[in-house]
């Protein structure tokens, strides 16, 4: 299927995400509730009824509060967790770069963790084998490429995972704050490659706090808030919506 705007990347559809809240931990507690058929604990809503279409090819970006549903959608586009209401439809590979090293082994060396990760992000050993020389190099971890994970800094370890990721050939890109952490030029070669995956028509979602960023990187911005999609369109206008609510929160009665 040819990128173009006309054909979809992703879509939600009705989607509604809910999770339980530990909040009663004792046997004393959960035996009643148990007899009574009730749940464990009270849910919490995370997402409710969001539906919007991102075209193949088109980089969107989401803003809002911490606690607004932005992390839930992009773990629900990657198939990290499934939809407790509605419908995803994703249409290509997808590459998240949203735990940079969460499928790492500790005990493993960065040649070999290089490996399970790519496997776990369904690359063939074959693949790897062939972009195993530009993930390491792009890294910068030649020293330390077989030295165990465990020894690695935090900016290593992220420089890895996020090399693992973007040598996979996404045709989806899902970036939850990754461009916030590392040094300033490991930062930038993170924007330059997404760059390059821009011109290539892939498709990126971004989920950022910086709404420069957002503005400056995105042609389309969802605004979430409370679980509900509070604004969708053109990013000036969607980041000057969310300053406002940041500064009167009673803004938020008006959903899209």
């Given at each position: 299927?040819?990128?173009?705007?006309?054909?979809?990347?992703?879509?939600?559809?009705?989607?509604?995400?809910?999770?339980?809240?530990?909040?009663?931990?004792?046997?004393?507690?959960?035996?009643?509730?148990?007899?009574?058929?009730?749940?464990?604990?009270?849910?919490?809503?995370?997402?409710?009824?969001?539906?919007?279409?991102?075209?193949?090819?088109?980089?969107?970006?989401?803003?809002?509060?911490?606690?607004?549903?932005?992390?839930?959608?992009?773990?629900?586009?990657?198939?990290?967790?499934?939809?407790?209401?509605?419908?995803?439809?994703?249409?290509?590979?997808?590459?998240?770069?949203?735990?940079?090293?969460?499928?790492?082994?500790?005990?493993?060396?960065?040649?070999?963790?290089?490996?399970?990760?790519?496997?776990?992000?369904?690359?063939?050993?074959?693949?790897?084998?062939?972009?195993?020389?530009?993930?390491?190099?792009?890294?910068?971890?030649?020293?330390?490429?077989?030295?165990?994970?465990?020894?690695?800094?935090?900016?290593?370890?992220?420089?890895?995972?996020?090399?693992?990721?973007?040598?996979?050939?996404?045709?989806i890109l899902l970036v939850d704050e990754v461009l916030a952490v590392g040094d300033a030029a490991f930062q930038e070669?993170?924007?330059?490659?997404?760059?390059?995956?821009?011109?290539?028509?892939?498709?990126?979602?971004?989920?950022?706090?910086?709404?420069?960023?957002?503005?400056?990187?995105?042609?389309?911005?969802?605004?979430?808030?409370?679980?509900?999609?509070?604004?969708?369109?053109?990013?000036?206008e969607v980041v000057k919506r969310y300053t406002d609510l940041i500064s009167h929160p009673e803004a938020a009665l008006?959903?899209?």
């Open positions: 299927m040819p990128i173009g705007s006309d054909q979809p990347g992703i879509e939600f559809a009705g989607v509604s995400k809910r999770f339980q809240l530990q909040e009663g931990r004792t046997l004393r507690e959960f035996v009643p509730a148990l007899l009574r058929g009730r749940a464990w604990s009270p849910p919490f809503h995370a997402l409710r009824d969001v539906s919007f279409r991102v075209a193949r090819g088109e980089t969107m970006g989401i803003i809002g509060r911490n606690g607004s549903g932005k992390s839930t959608v992009l773990k629900l586009i990657a198939g990290v967790t499934a939809p407790s209401e509605g419908e995803i439809f994703v249409y290509g590979r997808v590459s998240p770069l949203i735990e940079l090293g969460a499928g790492f082994h500790p005990d493993l060396t960065g040649r070999e963790n290089v490996f399970l990760n790519a496997s776990i992000l369904g690359m063939s050993r074959k693949e790897v084998l062939a972009r195993f020389d530009e993930i390491i190099s792009f890294a910068e971890l030649w020293e330390f490429v077989d030295t165990p994970v465990k020894r690695y800094s935090s900016g290593m370890y992220i420089r890895l995972g996020f090399s693992v990721a973007v040598h996979s050939e996404p045709e070669k993170c924007l330059a490659k997404m760059q390059e995956f821009r011109s290539q028509g892939v498709t990126i979602v971004l989920v950022s706090h910086s709404m420069e960023l957002v503005e400056e990187f995105c042609e389309r911005a969802l605004l979430l808030n409370g679980g509900g999609v509070l604004a969708d369109g053109a990013p000036t008006e959903t899209v």
